[in-house]
């Protein structure tokens, strides 16, 4: 096959996209050629498909930022035809042509085996999301968070990594509460596991307060801007926040009263560069002991009909994880 289908974004001069026939040849000249089966849909990926230069420098361009799928040609010993594959992060779908596509070429270095106890589409189900609220969980549980704290509190809980999120830590016994900007989606947040739902307008009361009563024992924020602060402020003595988000913007005004006279942390997660043994590390624990049933906030689509889920997720109306099937 020397011809395969990928979206294509261009600027005409505005910003569109469209899946065309590409040519084998038109991609980098890296060390494995892998056939993908399954990608995802995520907040940088609606991104670069609209233009967002932070995120892609160049266009035309393929976006998608994850892929699993079998290992066509390798240049090399670590990887051979056959192999299955994920890779998640780096450059994929940034300035290197993504995984919303029939196929990818990468370095070796991206890549991880696909662990056993996943399938190439659960692994997808996870992609960036899954891996970001892994990510996020565990640095709370080495800070010392434990479920008998009191609540842990997971902001954005509605989109990819907080819904996974949510579903991660009632596994591990922690008692969630879920702040969303979307009240219809209590139902859908407490199937998930939440004990609580909060709306995003409450957990910004009280913006002009030096410090707010004590009730987070922690925090998986994914949203960042101002209302990260106000959640810091609400931080039990000694506890944590992990962020990992900026839907809300990339700043925040606050002080560091809560971190001298609460002791509180704010932990920085980051799963694009992650050095691949970390990510690896993860990914086995997602395939084992942190292995989750996340059925009920995954919707399956094919890779024709990424262009309609990228203006609903822009929309702030995606809900949970969206998989794209490539056939």
């Not at 990594?161 to 859908?188: R, Y």
């Not at 906030?297 to 969206?322: C, D, F, K, N």
Request: glycine letters at 10%.
């Amino acid at each position: 096959m020397s011809t395969y289908q990928a979206l294509w974004v261009t600027e005409t001069p505005q910003f569109a996209q469209k899946v065309i026939e590409r040519s084998l040849d038109d991609l980098p000249e890296n060390e494995v050629l892998i056939r993908v089966h399954y990608s995802s849909l995520n907040y940088k990926d609606a991104l670069s498909a609209t233009g967002n230069r932070g995120v892609t420098r160049q266009f035309p361009h393929t976006p998608g930022i994850d892929a699993a799928g079998v290992v066509e040609q390798s240049n090399v010993a670590e990887f051979v035809a056959g192999d299955e594959v994920i890779v998640t992060g780096y450059d994929l779908g940034m300035n290197t042509y993504g995984g919303l596509a029939q196929y990818i070429r990468v370095p070796a270095s991206w890549l991880i085996k696909r662990p056993s106890g996943l399938s190439l589409r659960e692994s997808m189900i996870l992609g960036t999301a899954g891996l970001t609220a892994a990510l996020c969980v565990d640095k709370l549980l080495c800070a010392g968070v434990v479920p008998e704290d009191g609540p842990v509190l997971v902001t954005g809980a509605t989109g990819g990594v907080g819904s996974v999120a949510v579903v991660l830590l009632t596994k591990l016994g922690f008692q969630v509460t879920a702040a969303t900007g979307k009240a219809e989606q209590e139902g859908f947040l407490r199937q998930l596991g939440a004990s609580d739902v909060i709306s995003r307008a409450a957990l910004l009361e009280g913006m002009d307060k030096a410090l707010l009563k004590p009730k987070w024992a922690g925090v998986v924020d994914t949203v960042g801007g101002d209302l990260l602060f106000n959640t810091l402020k609400a931080l039990q003595p000694g506890a944590s926040a992990a962020c990992c988000g900026l839907t809300a913007g990339v700043d925040f005004k606050g002080s560091v009263l809560p971190f001298i006279l609460r002791g509180v942390n704010l932990l920085g997660v980051d799963s694009v560069e992650l050095p691949l043994v970390n990510k690896a590390s993860m990914w086995d624990k997602l395939s084992l002991q942190w292995k989750l049933d996340l059925e009920a906030l995954v919707h399956e689509i094919s890779l024709t009909e990424v262009p309609e889920a990228i203006i609903a997720m822009l929309a702030s109306q995606q809900v949970g994880r969206t998989l794209v099937r490539i056939d």
